[in-house]
């Protein structure tokens, strides 16, 4: 049986793994965001850099003035000293009059050195003399120090944690000037270390203040990113529209208005058999071009709303490529253009697995983007094999694009401005449904151009083997 508590960890792991992802893509999709991003973690790292450093300095600065405070605590003690030592109780309730003054110290104590590591209690707070206390050598060390420099106090910081005690030695010498015993006070570090960490906890609770106000700050840079982006794409669309609609009533009007003004002509009745074959072939041309005109608009309306169907299949490639080629045959030979169709051996009998209709619909754009505009020479459509991958290009020596003509290409509703293709009509749909196709059936889309030297385009599927 699953525990329902790993369970519920699990899913609450995924989330934020999901979130965490998120927020990544949402960085990736708006760049303008790193900048706030940036300025937010350099903040944070300046205050924690700040605090860190102030709690050094502080951590300095106290123990400093703790030494000093020592210090002049014990040039006080070594004053009179002297004048008492021989009164071990008397001097104890003086020194325990000082403890009793300074909340911090602890302990204060006058020693004289019995050997080595020994040092027996002359006087104390604790209003005890006469022990022998047994040091360390690093104590020993201490005040061996101090006895031998009687002009200044010695200091160390001992213990760790809550016990952190800091220990001042300074020489007391007689009225000879030899140092012959040691004032020896031990201060608590805790109450200073506690200031301390409240100060640094308060810190960090401005941090966390600051980081809240960030975050709120960012969110909301990004909700503003985010309507921006909403704007500008609605109006990248509202202008689409303007220039589609623009676009279709020219573009649809022009097939229909030649095919009402050929009708006109017939209905007159005094027309030739040879003149009504042409009227009636030169409608069913401006029919086609307003059929593929409907189609395109409306192959736009399905890839939108995700309606367009595929119907994969084994496809000889080769069969596509010489239906189309001979449907533009009289097309390309009325403007005095050649178009031939140039499969190599090897994939002549070749298969891809796509959707015929739709295949044939790519080549029929690429095509008829080539016969119409292409004023002089001829159009080349080859197929071979690459590797495992079976392409077929389509060459032309039309008009040719600049490079960055060709990097807006396969956009909805782009369309290359030429002088000498001014008249050609087109919404600027075709590429763009050609390049869905294409990369829907698994297949990939390219295109070379020159400017004046025409322009070749590539596509190419994975091979599904040959015939026989």
């Known amino acids: 049986m699953v525990n329902p508590l790993r369970r519920h960890s699990h899913m609450r792991k995924v989330t934020y793994a999901t979130y965490f992802r998120g927020g990544l893509a949402f960085l990736r999709d708006h760049p303008q965001l790193w900048s706030t991003a940036f300025m937010g973690v350099l903040i944070c790292m300046a205050f924690i850099f700040t605090a860190y450093r102030f709690a050094s300095v502080a951590q300095s600065a106290q123990q400093q003035l703790m030494n000093d405070r020592a210090g002049w605590m014990l040039d006080g003690i ?42 027996s209690v002359l006087a104390s707070n604790a209003r005890t003399w ?19 420099d009687p002009t200044s106090p010695y200091s160390t ?75 500008k794409k609605q109006l990248e669309v509202d202008e689409m529209k ?4 623009s676009m279709a009533s020219h573009e649809l009007k022009s097939p229909l208005t030649v095919i009402r003004g050929y009708i006109e002509f017939l209905k007159e009745g005094s027309l030739g058999d040879s003149e009504r074959a042409e009227y009636l072939r030169r409608i069913d041309v401006s029919a086609d071009e307003l059929r593929g005109l409907i189609d395109d608009i409306l192959d736009v309306s399905r890839i939108e709303m995700g309606r367009m169907r595929f119907s994969p ?124 196709i294409t990369e829907h059936m ?8 020159i400017k004046g030297d025409g322009s070749r385009f590539v596509i190419s599927f994975p091979l599904q083997g040959r015939e026989g």
């Open 78 to 119: 070594v004053v009179f000293v002297p004048e008492i030592m021989a009164q071990p109780n008397v001097l104890s309730e003086r020194l325990a009059a000082l403890v009793a003054e300074n909340e911090t110290v602890k302990d204060l104590v006058v020693l004289a050195r019995q050997g080595t590591g020994r040092w």
């Open 130 to 148: 006469g022990e022998v206390r047994q040091v360390d050598q690093f104590m020993d060390t201490l005040y061996r120090s101090a006895l031998s």
């Open 157 to 231: 910081v001992l213990g760790t944690g809550d016990d952190r005690r800091f220990v001042t030695a300074r020489a007391i010498v007689d009225t000879g000037g030899v140092a012959h015993a040691l004032a020896v006070s031990e201060q608590r570090l805790s109450q200073a270390d506690k200031l301390l960490a409240d100060s640094m906890r308060t810190s960090f609770y401005i941090l966390g203040g600051v980081l809240g106000a960030i975050l709120l700050f960012f969110f909301r840079h990004a909700r503003i990113i985010d309507y921006a982006t909403l704007y």
């Open 242 to 245: 303007d220039s589609f609609i």
């Open 313 to 436: 299949d084994r496809v000889k490639v080769a069969e596509v490529c010489r239906e189309v080629v001979d449907m533009f045959s009289a097309q390309a030979g009325a403007k005095g253009l050649t178009l031939v169709f140039e499969p190599t051996t090897e994939a002549s009998d070749a298969f891809v697995r796509v959707d015929r209709g739709r295949l044939k619909q790519v080549l029929v754009n690429l095509v008829s983007n080539a016969v119409k505009y292409t004023l002089t020479g001829g159009i080349r459509v080859t197929e071979q094999l690459e590797y495992d991958r079976l392409t077929v290009a389509v060459r032309d020596t039309g008009v040719g694009m600049t490079a960055e003509e060709q990097q807006k290409l396969f956009a909805k509703f782009y369309r290359v401005e030429a002088a000498e293709t001014k008249g050609v009509a087109g919404t600027g749909l075709g590429l763009w449904i050609t390049k869905y």
């Open 442 to 449: 698994g297949g990939v889309i390219a295109v070379e151009s």
